[in-house]
């Protein structure tokens, strides 16, 4: 167990998901790292392909938090619908839905 005033690390990778969903224009998207590593956190939509990378390098474990402001990566705005965030580090990644909402 974490000491007092410690914060214990996660013993997983771990995409809260964003908050506000739905979201408009822009939502924070929360994470948390178990080690220290290459992160790479990513908006896909629902076809798969990539609207924009948010994060991509090094980033120490625990607590992170990233907003997307809805625009791709030429800085368009997106449409409404249904959007992934996947968050990758090592071999493993989770995925979570997002929806934008005009």
């Known amino acids: 167990p974490a000491a007092v005033g410690e914060t214990a690390l996660p013993i997983a990778l771990e995409l809260r998901g964003n908050y506000p969903n739905p979201f408009n224009p822009s939502t924070s998207i929360s994470f948390t790292l178990?080690?220290?590593g290459q992160v790479s956190l990513a908006v896909y939509d629902?076809?798969?392909r990539t609207v924009?990378?948010?994060v991509s390098g090094f980033m120490p474990a625990g607590a992170h938090s990233v907003t997307w402001d809805g625009r791709d990566e030429n800085g368009t705005t997106v449409s409404s619908g249904v959007y992934l965030s996947r968050l990758l580090q090592g071999k493993n990644s989770v995925s979570r839905r997002m929806l934008?909402?005009?």
């Open 34 to 36: 178990p080690a220290s």
């Open 52 to 54: 924009r990378e948010l």
């Open 46 to 48: 629902i076809t798969g």
């Open 100 to 102: 934008l909402v005009k």
